[in-house]
C-alpha cells in the first residue's frame, strides 16, 4: 500500500512565527487531507487538496502530485494552533493511509 | 462540510463485557464507512472498512470475530468490541465520505475506551 512520511516529528514555535509541514507519498494519489487533531481526539479537516494550492485564513497547503509531496505553511502561528497535524493518503485503495504525524507546539 | 457524529464520546467498561459504537453520517449517505484506531502518542490506524448491506473487510491483524461490525443503513455504522480485554483499551474512530461525491473523508469525534 501507500507510504506516507511527514516531518518534522516534533515543532516547537514562538507565537507569531511561520512554519511549514511536510508529507511525502510514495505513489499517486486520489485524495490528500490535512487535518489537526485537536486535545480532545477529534480530527479537524483543515484541506482536501490531491493537487494544487488552497488557502484558509492563516492556513494553506500546496500538493505537488508529480512529485509526490505536500506542504501545510502556518502563518503567524497562535498558541491554539498546537495539536498533532496529520497527512493522509489514498492511492488505488479507497481507503486513507495517515503519516505519523506532527506534533506542534506554540509558546506564548 | 459533512458531519459525522459517533457514540459514546467516552466508555469504561468491565473486562470480558462487550461495548458497541455508533458511527453517523447526519447530512449524507455513505455506502462505506471506515473504522481506526489509534493508541497513546501514535497515528491511526484502520482496522476495517465497514460495507452497508454486506460484510465487512478487515486489515491484517485485526480479529473480526474481536471486533463486529454491522453496517444496517446508509447512515449508520457499529463496531462492537466483543469479551474486551484491558489491552482494546485505546481511540476509536470512524470515518465515511459523501457518496456519490468527492474522495474527501470526515471523521466522528471518536470514543476513547478503558477496559478496566
Known amino acids: 500500500g501507500i507510504q506516507v512520511e511527514q516531518s518534522p516529528p516534533d515543532l516547537i514555535l514562538q507565537e507569531g512565527a511561520n512554519s511549514t509541514l511536510r508529507c511525502n507519498f510514495s505513489?499517486?494519489?486520489?485524495?490528500l487531507q490535512w487535518f489537526h487533531q485537536n486535545p480532545w481526539g477529534q480530527l479537524i479537516n483543515l484541506f482536501y487538496?490531491?493537487?494544487g494550492t488552497k488557502q484558509n485564513g492563516r492556513l494553506s497547503a500546496t500538493t505537488v502530485a508529480t512529485e509526490r509531496y505536500s506542504l501545510l505553511y502556518i502563518s503567524s502561528s497562535q498558541t491554539t494552533d498546537s495539536g498533532v497535524y496529520f497527512c493522509a493518503c489514498t492511492g488505488s485503495a479507497r481507503q486513507l493511509t495517515f503519516g505519523s504525524g506532527t506534533q506542534l507546539t506554540v509558546l506564548p | 462540510g459533512a458531519v459525522v457524529s459517533q457514540h459514546p464520546s467516552r466508555v469504561i467498561c468491565k473486562s470480558g463485557t462487550s461495548v458497541k459504537i455508533e458511527c453517523r453520517s447526519l447530512?449524507?449517505?455513505?455506502?462505506?464507512m471506515f473504522w481506526y484506531r489509534q493508541f497513546p502518542k501514535q497515528s491511526l490506524m484502520l482496522m476495517a472498512t465497514s460495507n452497508e448491506g454486506s460484510k465487512a473487510t478487515y486489515e491484517q491483524g485485526v480479529e473480526k470475530d474481536k471486533f463486529l461490525i454491522n453496517h444496517a443503513s446508509l447512515t449508520l455504522s457499529t463496531l462492537t468490541v466483543t469479551s474486551a480485554h484491558p489491552e482494546d483499551s485505546s481511540f476509536y474512530i470512524c470515518s465515511a465520505r459523501k457518496n456519490p461525491g468527492t474522495e474527501e473523508a470526515f471523521f466522528g469525534q471518536g470514543t476513547r475506551l478503558t477496559v478496566v
Open positions: 447530512d449524507f449517505q455513505a455506502t462505506t
Open positions: 487538496i490531491p493537487s
Open positions: 505513489d499517486s494519489v486520489n485524495n
